[in-house]
């Protein structure tokens, strides 16, 4: 893993959260209690262990508070049901497609280097990532498939959105956040509200 | 989803006096004058409209009834429910991304969670077949809008610059333009000037000063998640409130599955879903405000042995030639700080490339907005496709607060080959789910080309380095035309079916050509110009 250099390693955005609106601060807060994310309600514990390493892989970060949040966020969607918005025809349900392609990744991993995708070295899952991304492995095995484009792609926009929306993240590149009821008062071009991130040592 | 502890949002009908959360108190239940379908833009306008002139409404909405106070955050990922999140199939050369993109739910439809950009259509855009031989003259013309866009424009207080330089409207804006700006739309107008483009501080439906007890915008940022404030408009807190005190009555939660005839062939009224019960709406007129996707799947989901095709669908154009915008961004990294979290989204804004100019090799035209961005939009949108991932994209995401963002909103002509069909696959309400079909043509392909060129210039001359270009789409438009010929197109100029003359299409389903500029503007003025027309022909009883 490379290092990575903040601009802002000292902002903490949560410093903030007196100064905003209860149900934004309700719903953000959440996201740093873990041990509110267990026991899954969707997700059995190994599909959970699976994600969370193919998730680092795809965001290339590890730490665990962080991608804790990004499983549970797998969790509580497919949990709720809700609508996908739009899903391209011919391709599985976006329960099936992430289910099935994670039972799929364990016996394409066995197949070729005998372990299932987390008991492989980290090396090896890196570099079997980058095959599926690119679209050089496919996922099938014994008559089943999993459209691996679709699948990758699914993954990767829902960790996305759940990384990105994870405060830690959110004072790592320097974002100030929810923004009600205070707003900006400083917003042109080389200005400042107190409050946000400085490259000076805030 | 319902809130349940607020007092607004788990109420299902909702009339002058009283809300209640169960359907047995109906206010109109059998006399209903005219029932609405969707609350959005061109439901609220048509609610407000209808009900002062005096008119029993009934409007349905498929979502709930926000209250922003309780149910508004300022974060993006819990707020994508703004948008219709059910889901929709999609195929084609483009397939294209629905739900928040481009689709509300909810009282106040795709207004809730618009970017608030408010322009007009230009004259050539209802006549580009004339013009340019492309696409399809509408049957109406700028003029016979232009009354409706000042009314429209004078009633939410559209704020915009004292002289707008393109098309057949110069200003001024009923209430001032925005200030201050963000950084990213000051370095677009650096850029743009040193090319000798125009730009303009961007007309918004966005307060620029206190009006009618709502408060100027704070430049939170968060448009596209509600406004907090509601220094935004939207009709959720300015026409359907005030439809109500003119005695609407809005029944929220409720989905409508199917549209009632009789053996005359006219429309008797709606049946609607609400927690898994099916109840009717009876009604003299049926307008359809439910969006491009929704309004087409419910008229040819409404088919019965006198219309085995749908209703409304002699023509056969029910669901065809739907269009998007194409609305690719350039994403430009710059030496200093940008931070485009900062700032209401758009507030600045070149037409200087709208009209066809037959020297690029592609007829019509587009606009192009400074447009600021949150983090969860900007990591979806370089990752989208695996383009960027891994270390690439944490370190992009690293450099967020030094990037700044233009984005495209072009014109797409209209293709009957992009349409809204029937799937096979069911929802919940046993509704076969909406297959949304899309491919860009040659032109479209050439106008974004020369787009995405025009906006890696502006970023250069603006001193920034362009870095990503995404390929994206926004709005939607068309799958119901108006037309003048009952051969080629759903409904009259003013919405009225050919079909059946006591149901009418009203919002962004109308648009006979997408144009190239955010279309809500123009949604807005046709639904008041159609509320005028019901209006008139209710009084000389010929509805
Ligand atoms: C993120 C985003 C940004 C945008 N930014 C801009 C902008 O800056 N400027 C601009 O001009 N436009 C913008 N738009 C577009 C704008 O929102 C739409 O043009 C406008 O809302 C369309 O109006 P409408 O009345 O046709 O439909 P909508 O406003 O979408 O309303 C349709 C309503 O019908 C309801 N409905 C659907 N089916 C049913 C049913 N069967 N039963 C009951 N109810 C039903 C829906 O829930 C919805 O509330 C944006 C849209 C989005 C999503
Ligand atoms: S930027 Fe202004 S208009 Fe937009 S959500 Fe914030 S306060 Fe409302």
């Known amino acids: 893993m490379p290092e990575y250099e903040p601009h802002y390693p000292r902002f903490d955005v949560m410093r903030e959260e007196e100064n905003w609106d209860p149900h934004t601060r309700e719903i953000v807060t959440k996201r740093l209690k873990n041990e509110s994310f267990y026991p899954y309600r969707y997700l059995t514990q190994h599909e959970g262990d699976t994600l969370f390493r193919l998730c680092a892989i795809l965001l290339d970060d590890a730490r665990s508070p962080v991608l804790a949040y990004v499983v549970f966020h797998f969790d509580s969607t497919l949990q709720a049901g809700i609508g996908e918005a739009q899903r391209k025809i011919g391709v599985p349900k976006q329960s099936e497609l992430i289910r099935d392609g994670l039972a799929l990744l364990d016996q394409v991993c066995t197949e070729r280097h005998g372990n299932r995708f987390i008991s492989m070295e980290e090396s090896d899952q890196r570099r079997f990532v980058g095959q599926l991304v690119r679209g050089e492995i496919g996922l099938s095995s014994g008559g089943r498939q999993v459209p691996v484009r679709e699948w990758i792609n699914k993954i990767l926009t829902e960790a996305v959105a759940a990384y990105y929306s994870h405060p830690s993240i959110w004072s790592e590149i320097g974002y100030a956040g929810p923004a009600y009821p205070r707003g900006y008062v400083r917003s042109e071009l080389g200005l400042t509200d107190p409050w946000e991130a400085r490259r000076d040592g805030k | 989803?319902?809130?349940?502890?607020?007092?607004?949002?788990?109420?299902?009908?909702?009339?002058?006096?009283?809300?209640?959360?169960?359907?047995?108190?109906?206010?109109?239940?059998?006399?209903?004058?005219?029932?609405?379908?969707?609350?959005?833009?061109?439901?609220?306008?048509?609610?407000?409209?209808?009900?002062?002139?005096?008119?029993?409404?009934?409007?349905?909405?498929?979502?709930?009834?926000?209250?922003?106070?309780?149910?508004?955050?300022?974060?993006?990922?819990?707020?994508?429910?703004?948008?219709?999140?059910?889901?929709?199939?999609?195929?084609?050369?483009?397939?294209?991304?629905?739900?928040?993109?481009?689709?509300?739910?909810?009282?106040?439809?795709?207004?809730?969670?618009?970017?608030?950009?408010?322009?007009?259509?230009?004259?050539?855009?209802?006549?580009?077949?004339?013009?340019?031989?492309?696409?399809?003259?509408?049957?109406?013309?700028?003029?016979?809008?232009?009354?409706?866009?000042?009314?429209?424009?004078?009633?939410?207080?559209?704020?915009?610059?004292?002289?707008?330089?393109?098309?057949?409207?110069?200003?001024?804006?009923?209430?001032?333009?925005?200030?201050?700006?963000?950084?990213?739309?000051?370095?677009?107008?650096?850029?743009?000037?040193?090319?000798?483009?125009?730009?303009?501080?961007?007309?918004?439906?966005?307060?620029?000063?206190?009006?009618?007890?709502?408060?100027?915008?704070?430049?939170?940022?968060?448009?596209?998640?509600?406004?907090?404030?509601?220094?935004?408009?939207?009709?959720?807190?300015?026409?359907?409130?005030?439809?109500?005190?003119?005695?609407?009555?809005?029944?929220?939660?409720?989905?409508?599955?199917?549209?009632?005839?009789?053996?005359?062939?006219?429309?008797?009224?709606?049946?609607?879903?609400?927690?898994?019960?099916?109840?009717?709406?009876?009604?003299?007129?049926?307008?359809?405000?439910?969006?491009?996707?929704?309004?087409?799947?419910?008229?040819?989901?409404?088919?019965?042995?006198?219309?085995?095709?749908?209703?409304?669908?002699?023509?056969?154009?029910?669901?065809?030639?739907?269009?998007?915008?194409?609305?690719?961004?350039?994403?430009?990294?710059?030496?200093?700080?940008?931070?485009?979290?900062?700032?209401?989204?758009?507030?600045a804004t070149t037409q200087d490339f709208y009209e066809t100019d037959s020297t690029r090799g592609f007829a019509r035209g587009y606009t192009l907005h400074a447009h600021g961005s949150r983090p969860v939009e900007m990591a979806k949108s370089i990752s989208k496709g695996a383009k960027l991932w891994g270390s690439d994209l944490r370190k992009a995401m690293l450099d967020y607060n030094f990037y700044g963002r233009i984005t495209l909103v072009g014109e797409v002509l209209p293709d009957p080959a992009n349409r809204v069909t029937l799937a096979e696959e069911k929802d919940e309400y046993d509704m076969p789910l909406a297959h949304v079909s899309f491919s860009y043509g040659e032109n479209d392909k050439r106008l974004i080309n020369h787009a995405v060129a025009k906006m890696n210039e502006i970023i250069q001359a603006a001193g920034g380095i362009p870095a990503f270009v995404t390929d994206d789409t926004a709005h939607l438009m068309g799958g119901c035309r108006m037309g003048n010929d009952p051969q080629t197109s759903v409904t009259n100029g003013y919405g009225q079916t050919h079909d059946i003359p006591n149901l009418f299409v009203a919002g962004a389903s109308l648009f006979v050509t997408s144009g190239g500029g955010n279309p809500t503007n123009t949604v807005m003025a046709l639904a008041a110009r159609t509320a005028d027309y019901i209006v008139e022909q209710s009084k000389r009883q010929e509805l």
């Open chain 2, 1 to 347: 989803m319902a809130n349940s502890r607020d007092t607004v949002t788990h109420h299902a009908v909702h009339s002058q006096d009283h809300r209640h959360n169960d359907l047995n108190h109906r206010k109109y239940e059998d006399d209903a004058d005219v029932c609405i379908v969707g609350a959005g833009a061109a439901g609220g306008v048509l609610a407000y409209e209808l009900s002062k002139s005096g008119l029993k409404v009934v409007i349905i909405e498929a979502g709930p009834f926000w209250n922003p106070q309780t149910d508004f955050a300022s974060d993006e990922l819990s707020m994508t429910r703004l948008g219709w999140q059910d889901t929709r199939l999609v195929s084609g050369n483009d397939p294209l991304q629905l739900g928040h993109n481009n689709s509300g739910k909810g009282v106040g439809g795709g207004t809730t969670h618009f970017t608030g950009v408010f322009l007009r259509f230009h004259e050539s855009d209802f006549r580009t077949r004339s013009e340019d031989g492309v696409g399809e003259d509408w049957p109406i013309r700028y003029e016979d809008l232009a009354p409706y866009y000042d009314k429209i424009e004078k009633d939410i207080a559209v704020s915009g610059p004292k002289h707008f330089p393109w098309g057949s409207f110069h200003g001024p804006y009923p209430y001032p333009e925005r200030e201050p700006l963000s950084a990213n739309a000051e370095i677009f107008r650096i850029g743009c000037e040193k090319l000798g483009i125009r730009s303009v501080v961007a007309p918004l439906a966005i307060n620029s000063a206190p009006f009618d007890g709502r408060p100027p915008c704070i430049n939170r940022g968060f448009c596209n998640q509600g406004c907090l404030p509601n220094a935004k408009f939207s009709t959720l807190i300015h026409h359907i409130p005030k439809a109500i005190q003119h005695g609407a009555e809005v029944i929220s939660d409720s989905m409508v599955t199917q549209i009632q005839t009789n053996e005359d062939g006219r429309v008797t009224g709606v049946t609607f879903v609400h927690e898994g019960k099916t109840y009717k709406q009876k009604a003299r007129i049926v307008i359809l405000a439910n969006f491009v996707v929704e309004t087409p799947r419910l008229l040819l989901h409404s088919a019965n042995a006198r219309f085995p095709d749908g209703l409304a669908n002699s023509s056969g154009w029910v669901g065809k030639a739907i269009m998007p915008h194409s609305s690719n961004d350039v994403y430009g990294i710059f030496p200093e700080e940008i931070r485009l979290y900062k700032g209401t989204p758009v507030l």
